[in-house]
């Protein structure tokens, strides 16, 4: 498969690829694969992801895990609306 960014080798297994503005994001569920730009390539194993920018090499491979805390704190609501957290 090839993207703006990068050309990737998948082998059997589940992956996401997000192409978003100019970047490649390749998440590895299950199996593995290379991810190749500029020189340089890259393996992702199940539980990794790698990104790459245009015109750059790939990063090297992340966890997956996602940040779900954004601007450094958990604000907003946590129970549903309508309801209010005991005392």
Excluded: H
Excluded at 40 to 48: F, N
Aim: no cysteine; net charge negative.
């Amino acid at each position: 498969m090839v993207t703006p960014q990068a050309e990737l080798m998948l082998d059997q297994g589940a992956f996401d690829v997000l192409v978003q503005g100019d970047q490649t994001q390749v998440r590895a569920r299950s199996g593995g694969g290379l991810v190749r730009s500029q020189g340089r390539q890259v393996l992702v194993d199940a539980g990794e992801r790698v990104t790459v920018t245009a015109g750059q090499p790939p990063e090297l491979p992340v966890p997956d895990t996602l940040n779900l805390v954004l601007n450094g704190g958990f604000e907003g609501r946590i129970s549903p609306p309508g309801r209010t957290s005991p005392t």
